[in-house]
């Protein structure tokens, strides 16, 4: 077990509503990264926190925000749901920047 | 853009077997090559990885064979068993992960 947690584990919206997912990290980890994995594709790289401050952003556009709490647990806020935001959704935490990173079992987002 | 081309899309390997993926890269600033594997309904979990420093890492039944000059990398499973079977991916980088398409593993027994 990585001791990554996120919830929930399954969310059925439609198209124009917002959606706010979270994620636990592990013990000790500083570090949280988001990611959206299409059905069939490896994940992609959304955006990283690092004590509690964005460090790094991929190719998503601004309707996909985050939080990071001092406690380092984690949300990933979409508005404006579009359909092909139906993915699963995955959290990676790490003891700090550039360090391997672990998984939780993500949430499968379907937009409908 | 695609930083890094995975191959096969899906190979079926009898138990016993020697299954191998491949990835080649174009961003020579990576200077961490990892390898997770991915169950159904699990997230991607670090198998293993290598530094551009060394030619091959062996970690059981798992290698990484590292060609820098050709910018390629391959996973190599030995005596592949039916609890290999799971998705396979290649990425570049500790964090902010750039991904190859993944390899859909099945092995028979």
């Known amino acids: 077990e990585t001791g990554v947690t996120q919830s929930p584990t399954h969310l059925i919206k439609t198209r124009g509503q917002q959606v706010t997912l979270r994620c636990s990290s592990q013990s000790g980890h500083n570090t949280v990264s988001w990611y959206q994995q299409a059905l069939g594709q490896g994940p992609q790289f959304i955006f990283q926190y690092y004590r509690e401050e964005e460090n790094g952003r991929g190719n998503f556009p601004p309707r996909f925000s985050g939080l990071q709490f001092p406690n380092y647990s984690s949300e990933l806020n979409v508005n404006a749901l579009e359909l092909d935001d139906s993915a699963l959704y995955l959290c990676?935490?790490?003891?700090?920047?550039?360090?391997?990173?672990?998984f939780g079992d993500g949430t499968r987002l379907s937009i409908l | 853009q695609q930083q890094v081309k995975q191959s096969p899309q899906s190979l079926i390997v009898q138990k016993g077997g020697i299954s191998i993926i491949n990835c080649a890269y174009e961003n020579t600033a990576f200077d961490y090559f990892p390898w997770y594997q991915q169950f159904p309904g699990k997230g991607p979990a670090l198998l293993i990885a290598i530094r551009p420093d060394v030619s091959e890492k062996k970690e059981g039944r798992f290698t990484i064979s590292f060609n820098k000059s050709a910018k390629q990398f391959s996973l190599h499973i030995m005596d592949s068993q039916p609890g290999d079977s799971a998705t396979y991916f290649c990425?570049?980088?500790?964090?902010?992960?750039?991904f190859g398409a993944g390899t859909i593993l099945r092995v028979k027994s």
């Open positions: 990676a935490s790490s003891t700090d920047q550039n360090q391997p990173q672990h």
């Open positions: 990425a570049l980088g500790e964090d902010k992960l750039v």
